[in-house]
């Protein structure tokens, strides 16, 4: 699942201008780690992590060395306040557990499709009640991925939403 995070990130960083960010937080990999433990421990998105070690971590986040230093978030982008994606969780959930909408929630986690059919458990997400993320490149289109193993949107009721027509 992190390749589908280091591919929309690939994106990002394709379409636009190379620039220098300054790295305000780092981690030095230890024994055992992987990209979301890393998220996880470190409260760093996994999209985050991603983006800003896109030259370092393939696609897999298999080719992590013991003392490699990661750059963890980068100034006036460094979203510290996240969610890690557990068995049942939904977009709507997440999103009321933390005070914030959808809209906000995708705007901080680019690599959820529309429908927030592609989280995945283990995944951590930025839950800022912000925009914290680097801006999308000018000319950027949007990537939906679609996960082997999605994660519930809602509780599956729409019984009670009317048709486009009905409003």
Known sequence: MFSQVIAVALCAL?????????????????????????????????????????????????DLEVGQVLCLGTQGHDCQTTHVVGAGDTCDGIDSAAGVNITLLVANNPQI??????????????????????????????????SSTPAPSSNGDDENIPYCDEL
């Open 113 to 146: 499709n529309e429908q927030c059919s592609n989280i995945y458990i283990g995944e951590v997400l930025c839950t800022a009640t912000t925009v914290i993320v680097p801006p999308a490149p000018s000319g950027a289109k949007s990537v939906s991925i679609p």
């Open 14 to 62: 394709i379409a636009q201008p190379a620039m220098a960010a300054k790295c305000t937080r780092t981690y030095t990999v230890k024994e055992g780690d992987y990209c979301d433990s890393i998220s996880a421990a470190q409260n760093v998105s996994t999209y985050q992590l991603a983006v800003n070690n896109v030259n370092h971590i393939n696609a897999d986040c298999s």
